[in-house]
């Protein structure tokens, strides 16, 4: 039998959470609040680790995803349109929302080295990931996701070896958590970035084509877990090196922070060359995501209705040719990207929790799960993402009514 690439669907989270969204906020948080918001970012890797685990998990013993779960496991009760209702606006409508961040994100950073207006760089985003979800084609999307990622690795991890940061306060900022003055949208925001609900859907499925039917269910999980681990946690050291390289390039600094300058962060290793890797690099991140959020979409609304999920059924195909024709639209429409990919990010903190409960709901039914069911540890680490994401949403409601 041949070799599995050691890189598996968990490359599709990453190339899910690591999008234009995912290095706006971590500039943003690095630029205004230094190291101090690294704990966040901490947490969220640990959290995006936990949460797939389980959805990985649930995939590969009951070749069901998450919205069928779902659906199977509130069958007959209120609990089970609510459960519908939740995935087809939350991912499928939400999921066009995000698109067009995506697709902007891309298309900005081609705007920066090609002089062509962003209309014409939206709509040429757009047709690419169409192209490549046309495909129907899940190994050919994985080798172009694995390699989108590890340029983004490449650029980023370079420049903050270069950088050399000060690991002192790396280190504080990690282990001591705090919340500056103003900064709590932007904690919301990091959070909402690298867990991101969909990703749950799209993981429990993806590993079904990645590991079929009949491999050993023992194997797969084992290998499952090694993907989940290497993947995100490469993504996480992606977003540290963005947050690091921009603390380095404008914290306590004269220079003020913005998305036309965001290149600067990279000059240290880059030089005059910096704006062209960053291009680079912010592409790569918006067209990984422009197809990774339309395939997910895809995945939660043809699951939860009960229908195929075969990448080349009609009903898949027209769920996420929908979500990516209206993400392309409304980015070549056009908004300002910086605030708009910002608070897209920081809405996904708030719908988490709702997925994070479903899960852990899903996850203890040890009549479908049998042993691989959750343990006493999962179901801790998953209640206290649930309890974190849901305490910075109530902290920031009582912020905004004046009172704390």
């Known amino acids: 039998m041949a070799q599995r690439s050691r890189f598996g669907p968990g490359i599709l989270v990453t190339a899910a959470f690591i999008g234009p969204g995912t290095v706006t906020t971590a500039s943003i948080a690095g630029a205004e609040f230094g190291f101090a918001l690294l704990w966040a970012l901490l947490f969220s890797v640990l959290a995006t680790m936990t949460l797939q685990d389980m959805a990985a998990r649930l995939g590969l013993v009951t070749r069901r995803g998450l919205a069928e779960a779902l659906r199977d496991n509130f069958a007959g009760s209120w609990l089970g349109g609510m ?4 995935v087809v606006a939350a991912i499928g409508f939400g999921n066009a929302a995000y698109e067009a961040g995506n697709i902007i994100g891309a298309a900005i950073g081609l705007e920066s080295i090609f002089a062509l207006p962003m209309t014409a760089w939206a709509l040429a985003v757009g047709a690419l990931a169409g ?11 994985e080798k172009l996701l694995v390699a989108l990622v590890l340029l983004m690795s490449l650029v980023f991890l370079a420049t903050l070896v270069q950088v050399g940061p000060d690991l002192a306060a790396m280190m504080r900022g990690a282990l001591v958590p705090s919340v500056p003055t103003g900064s709590l949208l932007t904690v919301i925001a990091l959070v909402g970035t690298t867990v991101v609900p969909y990703n749950l859907f799209l993981h429990a499925s993806a590993v079904q084509e990645k590991w079929p ?17 290497l993947s995100i946690g490469l993504g996480g050291l992606i977003t540290l090196a963005v947050l690091s390289t921009s ?21 240290p290793l ?22 990774t959020a339309p395939l997910a979409a895809a995945y939660a609304v043809c699951g939860v209705l009960g229908w195929s999920q075969d990448l080349k059924s009609g009903r898949f195909r027209a769920v996420w040719i929908t979500v990516l024709l209206c993400g ?11 605030l708009a990919i910002l608070f897209a990010q920081a809405a996904n903190g708030f719908l988490l929790p709702i997925c994070a409960v479903f899960l852990l709901v899903v996850m203890n039914r040890r009549d479908t799960l049998g042993q691989h069911a959750n343990s006493a540890l999962a179901n801790g680490l998953g209640a206290l993402v649930v309890l974190v994401t849901v305490g910075l949403g109530a902290l920031k409601i009582l912020r905004v009514f004046g009172l704390v």
Do not use: C, H, W
């Open 328 to 338: 392309t639209g409304f980015a070549a429409v056009g908004t300002k990207p910086l």
């Open 270 to 291: 880059l030089g005059s060359g910096a704006r062209y890797f960053f291009a680079a690099g912010l592409f790569a991140a918006g067209l990984s995501s422009a197809v």
């Open 131 to 141: 192209l490549l979800l046309a495909s129907g084609t899940y190994a050919l999307i």
């Open 83 to 86: 459960a519908i209702a939740l």
């Open 213 to 229: 039917a009949q491999t050993d269910t023992r194997q797969a999980l084992k290998e499952a877990r090694v993907d989940t681990g």
């Open 247 to 267: 603390a380095a390039a404008f914290f306590g600094g004269e220079a003020e922070f913005s998305a036309a300058n965001m290149a600067r962060q990279l000059e």
